[in-house]
C-alpha cells in the first residue's frame, strides 16, 4: 500500500527558513517523480517544485531561488527547502507522486508578516 507522509510544516515569520520532507512506502521511490504542490485560502491547488526520478528538478517562478527539492532515495524522501518565505507562499502543502496521482494529505505551512 502506497502511503506518503508529509512533516515539517508550521509557522514562521516572513523571512524565515522551513524544510518541508515526504517520506514514501510501499513503492519503489528512486522509479518514480515526486512533487509539491499548495492551496492557499480561497484559492485553488497549484503546483510548487518537482524532482524527476534521475534528480532533475523544476519550481514555479514565483518561488526561483527561494525554495530548492531535492531527494534522497536511501530514505525514500523528498524535501523542500523552503528560504525568505513570505506571506504569500501560506498554504497546505502537498507531496505528490507525479506517475500515479497520489497525494499526501498535506501540511500547514503559515507565513506571519
Known amino acids: 500500500q502506497v502511503q506518503l507522509k508529509e512533516s515539517g510544516g508550521g509557522l514562521v515569520q516572513a523571512g524565515g527558513s522551513l524544510t518541508l520532507s515526504c517520506t514514501a512506502a510501499?513503492?519503489?521511490?528512486?522509479?518514480?517523480?515526486m512533487g509539491w504542490l499548495r492551496q492557499a485560502p480561497g484559492r485553488q491547488r497549484e503546483f510548487v517544485a518537482q524532482?524527476?526520478?534521475?534528480?532533475?528538478?523544476n519550481v514555479t517562478d514565483s518561488v526561483k531561488g527561494r525554495f530548492t527539492i531535492s531527494r534522497d532515495n536511501a530514505k525514500n524522501t523528498v524535501t523542500l527547502q523552503m528560504n525568505n518565505l513570505k506571506p504569500e507562499d501560506t498554504g497546505v502543502y502537498y507531496c505528490r507522486i507525479l506517475a500515479i496521482d497520489y497525494w499526501g494529505k498535506g501540511i500547514q505551512v503559515t507565513v506571519s508578516s
Open positions: 510501499g513503492l519503489t521511490f528512486s522509479s518514480y517523480a
Open positions: 524532482i524527476t526520478s534521475t534528480g532533475s528538478t
